[in-house]
C-alpha cells in the first residue's frame, strides 16, 4: 500500500549458507538427498497409514498430519536455499518473500501443536487404557487437528500482517490510514439510524448466542443438524461483529478514521466469516437431503466424524480464501486517495483506490467466487433438486408438508443471502450506484444474520422445547 510514484522494496536478497564456493556442490548434493529423503520418507507414511486399515487409529491419524506437516515445511524454504546454491539467483519478490514467512510460520506452529497433540494421545492410552477408544473418538481426533490447523493459520495471519507495514520504508511517504465515509445518513437522523443499528446488532448477538447455548445445553439437540446450526450461528455473530461496531462508532461520534493493519485485517476476517457461512449452508443443504431422501442410513451416513470433517473443512477453505485474497492485496500500490466510500473495508472498494494494476486480484476474486459461492450454491441447488424428485415421486400431503417444515427456513435464508451477494459482485461492474453496494452489504451484514436466530431456529419445536427448559430452569436457580 505505497504510493505508485516512489520507490519502494519489490524483491529482497537472500545470502544463503555461508559455503566456499568450491563446497556448493557437495552440499547441493547433501541438502537435495536430505530433502528428497524427506518427502518420499513423509509421503510413504502418509500412503502406509492411508492405505493399511489396521493403521486408523488416532495416533497413526496424528502422525499422518504430523508427516504432511514436515514436508510442507521442508518446501517452504529448501527448493528455494538449493535453487540459490545452483544459480546463485539469489532474489525472492517481495510477495514471494510474504508468502514463505506466512507458510513456515504455519507450519512450524502446526508441528508444534501436533506434537502436543500426540502426547496426549501417549498420555491417555498409558494412563487410561480401558477408556482409550471413549476418549479419542473419532471426533475428537478431527477436533484437535482442526483446531490445529486454524489457530496456527492465525498465529501465521497476525505476525504477516504486523510485518508487512515494516516492510515499506520508513522514511518515505505511505498510506497509514483510511477514512471510511460510511452510511449516507442525514446529520439529523443519525441518533435514529445508532439506535436502529444498534438493537438489530444485539439482536443478532443474543439470537446467536441463545442458539449456541440451547445446542450445548440440550442433549436433545445433540444432532448433525443442530450441530451445523451452532457453528452458522457462531459464524453470523463474528461476521457481524466484524464490521458493525465500527460502523456504530463512526456514526455516533464520526471517528472515520480506520488504520492499515486494522482495514486489512477487517478485510480478511469478513471474507472469512462470509466464506464459512457460504459453505455451511450448503453442508446444512446436504444434511436435509440425506435426512429426507435417506432416511434409514441417516445415522450412518451423517456420523460424527463426516460432520466434524465438512465443518473442519469449511473453515479451512474460508481461512485459505481470505488469506488469498489477502496477500494478493498487501502486495498492491495506493494512490494519495484513501477515502473509501463505505462502511468497512471491502475488497472491491480497497481495489478502487488502487494505483497497481488489480487484474490479478480481480481474477482471483472471480476465480474463488466459483469456489465458495458457485459450487455450494450448486450444490445447494442440486441437493433440493433430489429433494423435490423424492417427494414428487411418491406424493403425499404429509411429506410435503415435512419436507417444507424441514427445508423451507433454510431456502429461505438462502434465497437472502446468496441473492444479496450475486447482486452486489456480478453488479459490482457495471454503473449502479455505491449506495445500492452499500444496501446489499447491508443486508447480508446486518439483517440476514439477525432473522436467521428467528428462521432457524425460534419457530422450531425442539428449539422451542429446549427454550422452555431453559427458562423454567432458571427461574428455579432464581427461587
Given at each position: 500500500m505505497r504510493p505508485e510514484n516512489q520507490s519502494s522494496v519489490s524483491q529482497f536478497l537472500l545470502l544463503g549458507l555461508p559455503i566456499p564456493p568450491w563446497q556448493q556442490g557437495v552440499f547441493f548434493t547433501l541438502f537435495l538427498g536430505m530433502y528428497l529423503t524427506t518427502v518420499l520418507g513423509n509421503l510413504l507414511i502418509i500412503l502406509l497409514i492411508r492405505l493399511d486399515p489396521r493403521l486408523h487409529t488416532p495416533m497413526y491419524f496424528f502422525l499422518s498430519h504430523l508427516a504432511f506437516s514436515d514436508l510442507s515445511l521442508s518446501s517452504v524454504t529448501v527448493p528455494k536455499m538449493l535453487r540459490n546454491m545452483q544459480t546463485q539467483q539469489q532474489s525472492i519478490p517481495y510477495v514471494g518473500c510474504i508468502s514463505q514467512l506466512y507458510f513456515f510460520i504455519l507450519f512450524g506452529s502446526l508441528d508444534n501443536f501436533l506434537l502436543a497433540v500426540m502426547a496426549y494421545d501417549r498420555y491417555v492410552a498409558i494412563c487410561h487404557p480401558l477408556h482409550y477408544s471413549t476418549i479419542m473418538s473419532q471426533a475428537l481426533c478431527m477436533l484437535l487437528v482442526a483446531g490445529s490447523w486454524m489457530v496456527a493459520c492465525v498465529h501465521a495471519l497476525f505476525h504477516t500482517l504486523l510485518l508487512v507495514p515494516l516492510m515499506r520504508p520508513e522514511n518515505q511517504s505511505s498510506v497509514s490510514q483510511f477514512l471510511l465515509l460510511g452510511l449516507p445518513i442525514p446529520p439529523g437522523q443519525q441518533g435514529v439510524f445508532f439506535t436502529l443499528f444498534l438493537g438489530m446488532y444485539l439482536t443478532t448477538v443474543l439470537g446467536n448466542l441463545l442458539i449456541i447455548l440451547l445446542i450445548r445445553l440440550d442433549s436433545r439437540l445433540h444432532t448433525p443438524m443442530y450441530f451445523f446450526l451452532s457453528h452458522l450461528a457462531f459464524s453470523d455473530v463474528s461476521f457481524s461483529s466484524v464490521t458493525v461496531p465500527k460502523m456504530l462508532m463512526n456514526i455516533q461520534i464520526q471517528h472515520l478514521r480506520i488504520s492499515y493493519p486494522g482495514c486489512i485485517s477487517q478485510m480478511y476476517f469478513y471474507i472469512l466469516f462470509g466464506c464459512v457461512d457460504n459453505l455451511l449452508l450448503a453442508v446444512m443443504a446436504y444434511d436435509r437431503y440425506v435426512a429426507i431422501c435417506h432416511p434409514l442410513h441417516y445415522t450412518i451416513i451423517m456420523r460424527e466424524g463426516l460432520c466434524v470433517l465438512l465443518v473442519a473443512g469449511s473453515w479451512i477453505l474460508s481461512c485459505s480464501s481470505a488469506l488469498l485474497h489477502t496477500l494478493l492485496l498487501v502486495r498492491l500500490s495506493f494512490c494519495a486517495d484513501n477515502i473509501i466510500r463505505h462502511f468497512f473495508c471491502s475488497l472491491p472498494s480497497l481495489l478502487k483506490l488502487s494505483c497497481s494494476n488489480t487484474s490479478v486480484n480481480e481474477l482471483v476474486i472471480f476465480t474463488a467466487g466459483a469456489v465458495v459461492v458457485i459450487f455450494p450454491l450448486s450444490g445447494i441447488l442440486t441437493?433440493?433438486?433430489?429433494?423435490?424428485?423424492?417427494?414428487?415421486?411418491?406424493?403425499?400431503?404429509?411429506?410435503?408438508?415435512?419436507?417444507?417444515?424441514?427445508?423451507?427456513?433454510?431456502?429461505?435464508?438462502?434465497?437472502?443471502?446468496?441473492?444479496?451477494?450475486?447482486?452486489?459482485?456480478?453488479?459490482?461492474?457495471?454503473?449502479?450506484?455505491?449506495?445500492?453496494?452499500?444496501?446489499?452489504?447491508?443486508?447480508?451484514?446486518?439483517?440476514?444474520?439477525?432473522?436467521?436466530?428467528?428462521?432457524?431456529?425460534?419457530?422450531?419445536?425442539?428449539?422451542?422445547?429446549?427454550?422452555?427448559?431453559?427458562?423454567?430452569?432458571?427461574v428455579l436457580v432464581a427461587k
Open positions: 441437493s433440493y433438486g433430489h429433494i423435490a424428485a423424492s417427494i414428487l415421486r411418491v406424493p403425499s400431503t404429509k411429506g410435503i408438508c415435512k419436507a417444507l417444515s424441514t427445508c423451507g427456513s433454510h431456502l429461505c435464508v438462502v434465497s437472502l443471502f446468496y441473492g444479496t451477494i450475486m447482486v452486489l459482485y456480478f453488479s459490482s461492474s457495471s454503473n449502479n450506484s455505491n449506495d445500492k453496494d452499500m444496501i446489499a452489504s447491508l443486508m447480508y451484514t446486518v439483517v440476514t444474520p439477525m432473522l436467521n436466530p428467528f428462521i432457524y431456529s425460534l419457530r422450531n419445536k425442539d428449539m422451542k422445547l429446549a427454550l422452555g427448559i431453559l427458562f423454567r430452569n432458571s
